[in-house]
């Protein structure tokens, strides 16, 4: 099930196992509720989540020893090699980046474009994909076929936008995090992350796992400025390694583990 397993309404009579998947989406709270659903006795199930990226927190509890870990550290069979590309506020850099696109296209692949972050507000985050959209229309992939996916559609037109770039109705996917998890189209080789510093790492990586899932090699480009130490130093990491392993780490080093015994 989804989220909605874990609230009123929804009892176990004898919960012995809850995975998680996808970790990172659910808080805290969330998923103490769901280890407390186990009816009729204090005994708590047994509990496996599941993630490419483990958040800082994951991995402070595995310090202090609350987790054990497994490890699946090759990727899945007939996956292609994905490239991650920094690429500055200069107009030169970003109309390179958008030839890369058209190129692709024409070469018979598609594209995501990912539209800012913007912080407590999914209105303000469908606004801007929708902004970014008609632009891209009018200027940079004029002449290409363009799509809209954000998280303030109405399910039917969200799975509608889906389901035309899934079958190649649609060469470029201009859409908010709502394609982070779940989303796969082999045919996809390039991603374009607008104001890529604002996101954070793991959520970085998450996107980026959304294109090279077929034959083809991908390139993912972050475009960023980013002004402040952190920033830059996670799109060092993000340049530097594809090893979701490896960038939790960093998150850690970057971000600190926050409350381990706190929200």
């Avoid at 186990?38 to 509990?47: I, K, L, N, S, Y």
């Avoid at 927190?57 to 090699?81: F, H, K, V």
């Avoid at 908010?176 to 390039?190: F, L």
């Amino acid at each position: 099930g989804t989220h909605a397993l874990i609230y009123d309404g929804v009892d176990f009579a004898d919960l012995g196992l809850a995975v998680i998947d996808e970790q990172h989406r659910f808080g805290v709270e969330q998923r103490d509720l769901l280890r407390a659903k186990r009816a009729g006795d204090d005994r708590t199930p047994d509990v496996l989540v599941m993630t490419a990226t483990p958040i800082p927190r994951t991995a402070a509890m595995l310090i202090y020893g609350d987790l054990d870990r497994s490890e699946l550290r090759e990727l899945p069979r007939g996956r292609a090699q994905v490239v991650t590309e920094v690429v500055g506020p200069s107009a030169l850099e970003r109309t390179a980046v958008y030839d890369r696109v058209r190129a692709e296209v024409a070469a018979g692949r598609q594209a995501y474009v990912v539209c800012p972050l913007v912080e407590g507000s999914a209105k303000l985050e469908a606004k801007a994909a929708t902004e970014e959209y008609t632009r891209l229309v009018e200027e940079d992939l004029a002449g290409l076929r363009l799509g809209l996916l954000h998280g303030q559609m109405a399910g039917a037109d969200k799975e509608a936008a889906m389901a035309a770039f899934r079958d190649g109705a649609v060469d470029v996917l201009v859409t908010t995090t709502v394609i982070e998890v779940g989303v796969d189209v082999p045919n996809a080789t390039v991603m374009v992350i607008e104001d890529a510093d604002r996101f954070g790492l793991l959520q970085l990586h998450q996107l980026r796992g959304r294109i090279g899932r077929g034959e083809h090699p991908g390139v993912c480009y972050l475009l960023a400025d980013p002004r402040t130490p952190d920033g830059a130093a996670r799109m060092d990491a993000m340049h530097s390694t594809a090893d979701g392993f490896l960038l939790a780490e960093l998150d850690l080093d970057i971000r600190g583990s926050g409350e381990v015994f706190g929200e």
